[in-house]
């Protein structure tokens, strides 16, 4: 598939800390394609050099096969975390103010319609709530019509229904044909709307392919877990104990309870699942991603 960004060899450090350490990837046109890692594993310094607001050490981004340039901006939109607005405008003002800025922009009614505006276009920006204010801002990124929508983190701090309901817009973006990056915290987010998943821990990929790829590549049958206060002292063979829990990953759950049994060891809060992208950050990484 055509790739329509590519990151090559990578390297930023900040003094002695190597943020970014020869990290290289590419991103397929038309995915939506995660970039995600614990806190200081370097995807958000790598991001930002993606978007052109820092500059490597080394290493270079291509756009379309070629070296970033000076129209790069002008093809691309950016949700940030946090974005400052003009106070005392609406939100229909404040996307027409955007847009004004832009050689080329979509027509407003299409990002209303595509970002669920219709409901707060009179409203004041100060007005707004969490949910209402990350839909205008996911329509400011789309104002110049870009072929690349990066999005930070856009539902950190929504309560469930509004995060569902952002998920809807990023599914309407999808259906443009556009290609989004994503980075988020939430990992149910990222395996339903990523195609493809890069991980990054201290400054390096460690990983990468689609959600159910990485999850077939690293586990094997399914996760037994039982709470423990203290770790019995004779584990049955591949268990590890973690976070308070002992766990096995097994092809064969009869076998590993009779095994649990014979070594009398309590069943009590016992629990049988497949394994989750949770469950591939803390074996990949050794930390909770949102810790």
């Avoid at 077939?216 to 584990?235: D, H, K, M, T």
Wanted: hydrophobic share 40%; with cysteine.
């Amino acid at each position: 598939m055509e790739s329509i960004i590519e990151v090559r060899d990578l390297h930023k450090s900040y003094g002695s800390v190597k943020a970014v350490d020869g990290v290289s990837f590419s991103v397929p046109r038309g995915i939506c394609f995660g970039l995600l890692g614990p806190n200081g594993a370097g995807k958000t310094t790598t991001i930002e050099i993606m978007e052109g607001i820092l500059r490597s050490d080394s290493g270079e981004v291509l756009f379309k096969g070629e070296p970033v340039g000076a129209h790069f901006k002008e093809r691309v939109g950016i949700q940030f975390q946090s974005t400052a607005l003009q106070d005392y405008i609406t939100v229909r003002e404040t996307l027409e103010l955007f847009g004004s800025l832009y050689p080329h922009q979509r027509p407003i009614d299409e990002i209303i319609d595509i970002c669920s505006l219709s409901d707060i276009l009179d409203r004041d920006n100060k007005k707004l709530s969490g949910g209402q204010r990350q839909r205008m801002l996911l329509g400011l990124a789309l104002v110049n019509d870009p072929e690349l929508v990066f999005l930070d983190e856009p539902t950190t701090g929504l309560d469930p229904q509004a995060r569902r309901n952002f998920w809807n817009l990023i599914g309407n973006i999808k259906a443009d044909r556009k290609t989004i990056i994503l980075t988020t915290h939430y990992m149910d987010e990222a395996e339903i709307l990523c195609e493809e998943i890069a991980i990054m821990d201290h400054g390096r990929l460690i990983a990468q392919d689609s959600p159910p790829g990485l999850l077939s590549s690293n586990f094997e049958g399914v996760l037994v877990r039982i709470p423990v206060e203290q770790p019995p002292e004779s584990l049955p063979e591949r268990a590890v104990v973690k976070d308070g829990f002992l766990e096995i990953e097994t092809n064969n759950v009869e076998e590993e309870l009779r095994r649990l049994i014979d070594l009398h060891i309590s069943l009590e809060g016992l629990s049988i699942h497949s394994a989750d992208l949770d469950d591939l950050f803390l074996k990949l990484t050794g930390t909770s991603l949102r810790e």
